[in-house]
């Protein structure tokens, strides 16, 4: 057994591959039977470390596991991370830095990353105030994917290592641009950041300048958080700075949930004003503001680091502790401000308002001497930011792009701005929009896009918060004036407004040869008819998703509709619809058909509703390469909730006729259906119908 085990162990492939196969749980317990097990299983423990809830213990929460992970850091691939542990690893690599003349850096970590020892850019603000002692981490040399979350909320998740940087925007903002410029993104190839925050063009100068230095990136997704007037204009600079290998762009906006909750999420900017006092604040004013209590409190954190107390967070007492001096030091320092504001109120200015001054003439050009930004740390000097590259924008579009998710079309967007950002990505073939506020003529729009990026085949609009200002036919626009035949997939999600459906039918038309597959989400008021284009004209169809979402319940097939016509969809591999059955109203006293006595009359009504659902069931077990099947009943006379199909069952469609009692069933028009694998929708077991008839 011992030979056999150590023979599986000397195969690191399929080492590599049994750990693919198991979650972190099962790989944690199998490295506890055995040492052999555990040094195998190791480094595919450390191989994707993903952010934790509040749920679960912190990666950083205990002293052990950060040694662990400082052991094999080198074998992290993948990060999903939030700002709480993106605090600790900046602080571990600064530790990592102060201590390298006494490392010795292996070939996948190069020298150069860090520079000298002990050097820090200029535009990199000071260490935090640590209450506890950090392990120092080396650099993750082997990171090819990245997620941070840059954001926090103090009420729901406060977070267990106490740093006073995570509850600054602009902090929180340079420590990810340096981890990024760290030999920790070398490899980098996927890589997302939400919500980021661009309150300057100095933020935006830091942000090109990581972004382009990442030669190997592939893949971005940025969730921005900026002003309207400007967010096109970041949107453009981001795209331009951006490296020849990028194949994925995705930027959206984003939300920054800042301080309590009253009466929802709010964005407080009280952070961001603490950021740019604590800027502003020198060394004789930090010591002013220190009363007694806090000291005291400061002492006793500094007797338990003495001890050896290494923990980020040792127990719930110390926590309370270290809470408390936080709560301390925050009053303290609102006296300190509050005293200040009284002695000198016109020295107090906030720098975020300084900047928007300053740069308010200035244009997103790309002149050095518009670029020479100055702040102040946290001991009042100034420092310069020309440690940073100049915002640039290369010269030859990016080629390999191929799926673009850029930013809203704002009302001050001219066809000049359209045609000269989608002329930077010309072979994109997926294509994704939101809300379109241009004042620009919508057909013209259309045309330069496609005049711009021909080869398009999947197109996507979404515009779940779509208002009054914003038209929802713009994708449909689009496909009018794109060549026949040519798209592959249209996803249509609108939260709020109808769909012209002459509009959609037209485009079904015009693609249906081409088209494989079809979402329509959260469209509205769709009229029934309109979707039997789909059904007729679509000979290549594959896919055909219709979602409904809270009391979105209008795109839908009425029965009638549904049937009507010859369908040609036969390569049908993957249908969801909803079909409206409407139930007999001969009386309200009826029992329905499966409760009474046999031989079964049927009504008139009940006749024709038998006849239609024959004749679509009929239809539905002729999709001989149906995989997937999602068909729900809608009852109009109910409440039209987006669950009310759960406790609903299709009329005999999962039961057998019985010719003796004349009973309908129509379970065998599905016999053909070998290659159906999920069945869902109105097909409940335990309904008052199936108990009777199945």
């Given at each position: 057994?011992?030979?056999?085990?150590?023979?599986?162990?000397?195969?690191?492939?399929?080492?590599?591959?049994?750990?693919?196969?198991?979650?972190?749980?099962?790989?944690?317990?199998?490295?506890?039977?055995?040492?052999?097990?555990?040094?195998?299983?190791?480094?595919?423990?450390?191989?994707?470390?993903?952010?934790?809830?509040?749920?679960?213990?912190?990666?950083?929460?205990?002293?052990?596991?950060?040694?662990?992970?400082?052991?094999?850091?080198?074998?992290?691939?993948?990060?999903?991370t939030k700002v709480y542990d993106t605090a600790y690893v900046y602080n571990g690599l600064l530790a990592f830095q102060k201590e390298f003349d006494y490392f010795t850096f292996s070939a996948s970590v190069p020298v150069a990353a860090f520079g000298k020892p002990g050097s820090r850019p200029p535009w990199l603000p000071p260490p935090d105030d640590l209450y506890s002692n950090v392990t120092p981490l080396a650099p993750m040399a082997n990171l090819?994917?990245?997620?941070?979350?840059?954001?926090?909320?103090?009420?729901?998740?406060?977070?267990?290592?106490?740093?006073?940087?995570?509850?600054?925007?602009r902090r929180s903002l340079y420590h990810a641009c340096w981890i990024l410029q760290s030999s920790c993104c070398l490899n980098l190839?996927?890589?997302?950041?939400?919500?980021?925050?661009?309150?300057?063009?100095?933020?935006?100068?830091?942000?090109?300048?990581?972004?382009?230095?990442?030669?190997?990136?592939?893949?971005?997704?940025?969730?921005?958080?900026?002003?309207?007037?400007?967010?096109?204009?970041?949107?453009?600079?981001?795209?331009?700075?951006?490296p020849p290998s990028l194949r994925k762009f995705c930027i959206f906006k984003s939300r920054l949930f800042r301080g309590p909750r009253v009466n929802g999420w709010e964005y407080d900017r009280k952070y961001e004003e603490d950021d740019d006092r604590e800027n502003n604040r020198n060394e004789e004013a930090e010591e002013a503001s220190e009363d007694d209590d806090n000291k005291e409190v400061q002492q006793d954190i500094d007797s338990h680091e003495q001890e050896g107390e290494h923990n980020v967070v040792h127990s719930v007492e110390e926590e309370r502790s270290y809470g408390e001096a936080e709560d301390e030091y925050s009053e303290s320092e609102e006296e300190y401000n509050e005293a200040e504001e009284e002695n000198s109120e016109d020295d107090e200015e906030d720098s975020w308002e300084d900047?928007?001054?300053?740069?308010?003439?200035?244009?997103?050009?790309?002149?050095?001497?518009?670029?020479?930004?100055?702040d102040t740390d946290d001991s009042g000097s100034d420092r310069d930011m020309d440690g940073l590259p100049e915002i640039f924008q290369r010269a030859s579009p990016l080629v390999s792009?191929?799926?673009?998710?850029?930013?809203?079309?704002?009302?001050?967007?001219?066809?000049?701005?359209?045609?000269?950002?989608?002329?930077?990505?010309?072979?994109?073939?997926?294509?994704?929009?939101?809300?379109?506020?241009t004042r620009e003529d919508l057909d013209a729009v259309a045309r330069t896009i496609l005049n711009t990026c021909p080869k398009i085949t999947t197109l996507s609009y979404n515009a779940f918060t779509c208002d009054s200002f914003s038209d929802n036919t713009?994708?449909?626009?689009?496909?009018?004036?794109?060549?026949e035949h040519q798209v592959r997939k249209i996803i249509f999600s609108s939260a709020k407004y109808p769909l012209d459906p002459f509009l959609a039918r037209r485009a079904f038309q015009r693609h249906s040869d081409s088209l494989r597959s079809l979402h329509l989400e959260r469209a509205l008021e769709i009229p029934s008819k309109s979707f039997q284009a789909i059904f007729q004209e679509c000979r290549g169809l594959e896919e055909l998703y219709i979602h409904w979402i809270n009391r979105y319940t209008e795109c839908y097939f009425a029965l009638s509709d549904a049937v009507s016509g010859e369908w040609v969809c036969s390569k049908m591999?993957?249908?969801?619809?909803?079909?409206?059955?409407?139930?007999?109203?001969?009386?309200?006293?009826?029992?329905?058909?499966?409760?009474?006595?046999?031989?079964?009359?049927?009504?008139?009504?009940?006749?024709?509703?038998?006849?239609?659902?024959?004749?679509?069931?009929?239809?539905?077990?002729a999709m001989r390469e149906l995989e997937y099947l999602d068909i729900r009943a809608r009852n109009p006379l109910k409440a039209r909730y987006c669950n009310e199909y759960i406790g609903t069952t299709l009329p005999a469609m999962l039961s057998l006729g019985d010719p003796a009692s004349n009973r309908p069933g129509y379970l065998d028009f599905f016999k053909d259906l070998k290659k159906l694998q999920w069945l869902r929708g109105s097909v409940l077991t335990n309904t008052d119908e199936t108990v009777e008839t199945v």
């Open positions: 057994m011992a030979c056999s085990l150590e023979r599986f162990l000397d195969i690191t492939e399929l080492i590599d591959l049994l750990a693919t196969l198991l979650t972190l749980s099962d790989i944690a317990r199998l490295m506890r039977t055995c040492h052999a097990l555990h040094d195998a299983f190791e480094p595919c423990f450390y191989r994707n470390l993903e952010a934790p809830t509040i749920m679960k213990p912190r990666l950083f929460s205990h002293i052990a596991a950060v040694q662990a992970l400082a052991r094999n850091i080198r074998h992290v691939r993948q990060w999903d090819v994917k990245l997620n941070m979350a840059l954001d926090t909320h103090t009420e729901l998740d406060p977070g267990p290592y106490n740093r006073m940087g995570i509850f600054r925007v190839v996927d890589l997302g950041l939400s919500p980021l925050v661009i309150r300057s063009r100095r933020d935006l100068r830091l942000v090109t300048a990581t972004i382009g230095g990442l030669a190997n990136l592939s893949s971005l997704n940025l969730g921005l958080v900026a002003d309207i007037d400007v967010s096109w204009e970041y949107c453009q600079t981001i795209l331009y700075s951006c900047e928007e001054e300053d740069f308010e003439e200035d244009d997103l050009g790309y002149n050095s001497e518009d670029y020479i930004f100055t792009l191929s799926y673009l998710n850029p930013w809203d079309i704002e009302y001050d967007t001219t066809l000049e701005d359209i045609s000269a950002f989608f002329s930077y990505c010309p072979n994109i073939d997926q294509l994704e929009l939101s809300q379109t506020y713009f994708m449909f626009r689009i496909l009018e004036h794109m060549p591999r993957r249908l969801e619809i909803i079909v409206e059955v409407l139930e007999p109203t001969d009386g309200p006293e009826q029992l329905p058909y499966y409760d009474r006595d046999s031989p079964l009359v049927l009504s008139k009504d009940e006749f024709v509703q038998f006849t239609l659902l024959e004749e679509l069931y009929r239809r539905l077990g």
